[in-house]
């Protein structure tokens, strides 16, 4: 049974940083892609930042420069540092990891069905 745990999040003024953590069990974690996504009230679900099995990593246009994502030594955990926070980060995010896939496949919600998802954190950035 695949799990994904997140924590971190919670409010944050604008132009401050948090970090974001993804404990994961349950499954060979160098066979997987993994990836933080988020959604926003009333928006859908988007692709914040991945990272392949071979350390490849992804970002969206709109955090490019601003967010970094990392795994743990032990990599059991992924992370997603975030500085520069603005309004427009809030949401809620989530860890996802899937067997064998690359990042485009990742990022489409074709492929969301093959996705473990985690419960999601909730992210606020006040003005």
């Known amino acids: 049974q695949v799990q994904l745990v997140e924590s971190g999040g919670g409010s944050v003024q604008g132009g401050g940083s948090t970090t974001l953590s993804c404990v994961v069990a349950?499954?060979?974690?160098?066979?997987?892609?993994m990836g933080w996504f988020r959604q926003a009230p009333g928006k859908e679900r988007e692709g914040v930042a991945t990272?392949?099995?071979?350390?490849?990593?992804t970002f969206a246009d709109s955090v490019k420069g601003r967010f970094t994502i990392s795994q743990g030594n032990a990599k059991k955990t992924l992370y997603l540092q975030m500085n520069s926070l603005k309004p427009e980060d809030t949401a809620v995010y989530y860890c996802?990891?899937?067997?064998?896939?690359?990042?485009?496949?990742?990022?489409?919600?074709?492929?969301?069905?093959?996705?473990?998802w985690g419960q999601g954190t909730q992210v606020t950035v006040s003005s």
């Open positions: 996802a990891a899937a067997d064998t896939c690359t990042s485009s496949q990742l990022l489409q919600p074709w492929f969301w069905g093959n996705v473990y």
């Open positions: 349950g499954y060979t974690y160098s066979r997987f892609c």
């Open positions: 990272r392949e099995r071979d350390g490849t990593t």
